[in-house]
């Protein structure tokens, strides 16, 4: 029999989470492949190929210009060819030709899984070798990650194939999916076992430790509680093209109440075991703190209470949060501003906000937004709420220094996405616009870019301050939002808005008034405006049935136009409602054609797939 090897992919996959090696290490061991023998009875080659489980994570939306958002209401993706249109154009299939992201990828992340496996394996088979403290963490981190990529998976194809030790080559090719149920309970199974080994593991926001367990399990009970999977509200799913295999992609039976009580138990453990950030308002925050608030979540990274686990920069070996360019610029985790900056800083407006994302966003008092409100439609972005204002740039918006290049478009570092006309008949389109300047293929589709995640104190991005952030893969904040969730379905509502008025005082807005259904939409718009870009919105739509609500209608753009005013004088365009007069319009964004089919709410499988294993069920309607 071949003898098993397992690869430590890079020298980066130990710098890591900073792993201490001694330099004669560095110099005898290789790099690239490791025997076994070697790994499992070595302190450092262990730990070192425990870690190596966390790289299946890619830092999540961060890393690439096309968040999950773009597959929603919420998002467009700017640039065409990528495959999001797989998405939102409902042309997924299983030969595989839509944007497969590699964080929730079936041939991606069970790779991960296998050696999850193999370190479990070893790592209580040789248990003797090392001291009870280091194999119950390693041990617990292993069994996290394993819990963590099927919940990945999980929530892109319902129940997969059940892998709990590493195959052979005599036990590849009969690997059935295991249900839908079964699928949670592993998963559940997985991260209780995690949350015990690491009950005395060292806190970190980089590596799993008991909190991150217990936010995980909060997580998968939440979405396993949703109505996507329950039998009397998600038939038609189920029934797409006589699909038999209902067990699968839901369960069928059981109590949905009793789903709900137990993702409302594991979210409270998570609540009752640490704290969030600036939680204990009694009165909603000013704008100007709740603003700073919200902006706090991404700038402070993994020194704010709300981060829970994600990824790093100082862990890739880099001191500080801009770096200069060169050959290894690309790696790691959200370099936001360059992938969805706007194109008169020499960005690449990635993905941007949709006029349906931003007009989710109320008033600073709660009032909802309304296009169809003659004063709103006017003056669309004063007294907006504050996430209204940590999250967008918009026309008018004060921003960063203008590179020299730039600056004789806009001498005023204020984002540009109209177009404006002067006395003389003169129009001069905004720097920001795909009808400007400065890269015009780079421009907005929306009129809208993200600013959230971008660091404001950091000079623009190109080309020598490539700015990254910490990437989070969970937060507080989200916990908390399962914990209203669960309320809210099982019908405890004052519990569940005593928490809601939390996060939105912290916030800067009122207290909750609603009850029934509007209190559940309430609290959904809510969910969606706190974790924006955050890979939830996706799943989000997805669990609560909103597939339809959601892409089966254009997404917008707003066009913006200022006329200068008569008898007024102007040298330079600046944001200037005396001199100008301004009009703005929601339109529809010729661009995708948006669609909902319902076979969308779970992603094909690969047919490559299914051929190395023909007793592997395929997902309905494909």
């Not at 929730?104 to 070893?122: D, E, H, K, V």
């Not at 929530?155 to 009969?174: I, K």
């Not at 971008?454 to 990254?468: I, T, V, Y």
């Amino acid at each position: 029999m071949r003898k098993n090897i397992l690869k430590i992919t890079t020298l980066a996959a130990l710098a890591l989470f900073v792993v201490g090696c001694e330099d004669d290490f560095l110099d005898t061991t290789p790099l690239s492949e490791i025997a076994d023998t070697s790994v499992w009875s070595d302190r450092k080659l262990a730990e070192a190929a425990v870690l190596d489980l966390y790289q299946g994570t890619w830092a999540g939306t961060l890393t690439r210009e096309e968040t999950t958002d773009a597959f929603t209401d919420q998002a467009v993706f700017t640039h065409p060819g990528r495959g999001v249109d797989g998405y939102t154009e409902g042309k997924m299939n299983p030969a595989g030709n839509f944007m497969d992201m590699q964080w929730f990828s079936w041939p991606r992340l069970y790779p991960f899984i296998r050696s999850a496996n193999i370190a479990i394996q070893q790592l209580e088979a040789n248990e003797a070798e090392f001291d009870q403290g280091f194999v119950d963490q390693m041990l617990g981190e292993a069994y996290f990650m394993r819990g963590y990529y099927y919940t990945q998976l999980l929530r892109q194809f319902g129940g997969v194939v059940l892998l709990t030790e590493p195959l052979t080559l005599d036990s590849e090719a009969n690997n059935p999916r295991a249900t839908f149920e079964e699928t949670v309970n592993q998963i559940v199974s997985d991260l209780d076992r995690a949350a015990t080994l690491l009950a005395d593991a060292p806190a970190s926001k980089a590596r799993a430790h008991r909190i991150t367990a217990l936010a995980m399990k909060s997580r998968v009970l939440t979405h396993a509680a949703s109505d996507l999977y329950e039998p009397s509200k998600a038939s038609s799913v189920a029934t797409i093209a006589g699909y038999s295999n209902r067990e699968l992609i839901g369960y069928t039976g059981g109590s949905q109440a009793s789903r709900w009580e137990a993702a409302r138990t594991a979210s409270k453990a998570l609540l009752d075991a640490t704290t969030g950030y600036k939680l204990d308002y009694n009165a909603p925050a000013s704008q100007a703190e709740a603003i700073q608030n919200y902006e706090d979540i991404w700038l402070q990274g993994d020194e704010n209470q709300d981060f829970i686990w994600g990824r790093l920069i100082e862990e890739f070996g880099f001191g500080s949060r801009t770096y200069p360019g060169g050959d290894g610029w690309s790696q790691g985790p959200g370099m936001v501003a360059l992938y969805h900056g706007p194109n008169g800083y020499h960005e690449w407006a990635g993905t941007t906000p949709t006029e349906a994302l931003v007009s989710k966003y109320t008033f600073n008092d709660g009032t909802e937004f309304d296009w169809d409100n003659a004063a709103h439609a006017a003056d669309p972005y004063t007294d907006r709420e504050a996430r209204f204002y940590a999250t967008f740039l918009f026309d008018g918006a004060p921003w960063k220094q203008r590179t020299d290049d730039v600056v004789i478009h806009d001498n005023f570092n204020e984002i540009q996405t109209g177009f404006y006309t002067f006395l003389d008949g003169t129009i001069k389109n905004g720097v920001d616009t795909r009808q400007g300047p400065i890269e015009d293929w780079n421009g907005s589709r929306t009129g809208y870019y993200f600013r959230k995640f971008a660091d404001p104190r950091q000079p623009a991005s190109w080309p020598s301050n490539l700015q990254k952030v910490d990437a989070p893969y969970i937060r507080y904040s989200e916990v908390l939002l399962n914990y209203v969730e669960a309320n809210i379905e099982l019908g405890d509502e004052a519990e569940a808005i005593a928490w809601l008025n939390r996060l939105r005082f912290r916030n800067g807005l009122p207290g909750v008034t609603e009850s029934g259904d509007p209190l559940r939409q309430l609290y959904r718009r809510e969910r969606d405006k706190e974790l924006v870009n955050e890979d939830a919105r996706l799943f989000d739509m997805k669990r609560w049935l909103e597939g339809p609500y959601s892409l089966n209608k254009p997404a917008q753009q707003v066009v913006i136009q200022g006329a200068q005013k008569a008898g007024t004088t102007v040298d330079n365009y600046r944001k200037d409602p005396a001199v100008w007069d301004y009009t703005y319009r929601p339109v529809d964004l010729v661009f995708e054609n948006r669609i909902w089919q319902d076979h969308v709410y779970f992603m094909p499988i690969k047919q490559e797939e299914i051929d190395k294993d023909p007793s592997i069920i395929q997902n309905p309607g494909y």
